[in-house]
């Protein structure tokens, strides 16, 4: 049995999900003629109370998309210094935009609106325009964080009173839902365009969605064509999306509560320096400063289970739609055995 703890993207379709995209209807979306694509995005728009959204391959893609959409050459866009559209995703902010970050330290990935009143350049010549405000909820290297809905709008109310469009970076947006018990309306109404992930916590195997109003998401998908995004018969992809969207959300609290008790047991390891706050499905520790990260690693692999490094001593951990109760109690028994 391999315990893949590396990433939420690693789950694989079920049986359930492969029958569904198997028997989707299909055409060309290029042409504007794919019915289950645009099944699933009216779906999504409709979640969130946009008017539109369009299917792309991967949330990189998506978030880049809504950053080519929102800004000019020589703007910049405001963001945690954590932000997965900074640190993951090959310097597209600058290569695809040409535009700049001005990174701001929150807490645990989570920026407040008076930060972002504070860090707003004033309009004069030799200033980039600030022009636009990214969010991650939840914040991936602050160990799965989430926004609670007051702080969204109040970064939304500094965002209008400012001009600056305001972005959403939802890879795990359901994660943090289910969490909080907000709804996919109250979010949709924060922001002017949110990536949806689908292929991580909802277990389909490609495809995300970027929402927003139909303006912006018509010229959202020529940047997509631009972009090489375009797919032709996706309608298989997107039946899993689909699936996904109406039976893998309410589960994801499963994830939470098993990443919870591998929290506690790790409270309990003698080489466990620190751990930070686990709330949904991400689980980053510290290792103590003895101890080989590169090492460490290895010998979970050696017993069948897989995990990253996350820098330095850290470790993350991610549960997900394949990881069970059974897989739980095996990596407690590797975890309170393994030779430190």
């Known amino acids: 049995m391999i315990i893949d703890l590396r990433s939420d993207t690693v789950t694989k379709p079920s049986k359930e999900m492969l029958d569904v995209m198997f028997s989707a209807q299909v055409g060309d979306d290029v042409f504007g003629e794919e019915p289950t694509v645009i099944a699933l995005e009216e779906k999504t728009a409709a979640l969130f109370g946009k008017e539109a959204a369009l299917f792309c391959p991967s949330g990189t893609m998506t978030n880049q998309i809504a950053i080519k959409v929102h800004t000019q050459p020589g703007d910049e866009v405001l963001c945690d210094v954590t932000a997965h559209i900074y640190n993951y995703e090959g310097g597209g902010i600058s290569f695809n935009s040409g535009v700049q970050a001005k990174l701001l330290q929150g807490d645990r990935g989570r920026i407040t609106a008076h930060q972002v009143q504070e860090s707003i350049n004033p309009t004069y010549d030799w200033l980039t325009k600030t022009s636009l405000l990214c969010i991650e909820n939840t914040a991936n290297r602050a160990g799965g964080s989430y926004y609670s809905i007051q702080q969204m709008q109040e970064l939304s109310a500094v965002s209008k009173k400012n001009n600056l469009n305001y972005h959403l970076d939802g890879a795990r947006i359901f994660n943090a839902i289910v969490e909080t018990g907000y709804t996919t309306t109250e979010v949709g109404n924060c922001f002017d365009s949110i990536s949806v992930c689908l292929s991580k916590g909802l277990g389909a195997p490609v495809g995300s969605l970027l929402v927003g109003e139909k303006e912006f998401i018509r010229k959202a998908r020529r940047i997509r064509k631009v972009f090489g995004g375009g797919m032709r018969q996706a309608g298989y992809l997107a039946a899993a999306g689909i699936y996904a969207l109406d039976h893998n959300v309410d589960r994801l609290k499963e994830d939470h509560q098993r990443a919870t008790k591998i929290a506690a047991i790790m409270n309990s390891l003698g080489y466990v ?6 709330e949904t499905n991400i689980i980053i520790f510290n290792l103590i400063a003895k101890i080989n990260p590169a090492v460490f690693i290895q010998k979970l692999a050696d017993q069948n289970i897989k995990a990253v490094g996350f ?23 590797v975890l309170k055995n393994i030779e430190s």
Request: proline share 3%; aromatic share 4%.
């Open 273 to 278: 320096e620190n751990i930070l706050p686990v």
């Open 311 to 333: 820098g330095k001593q850290a470790i993350r951990l991610v549960t997900h739609l394949d990881f069970t109760d059974d897989m739980l109690t095996e990596v407690e028994r």
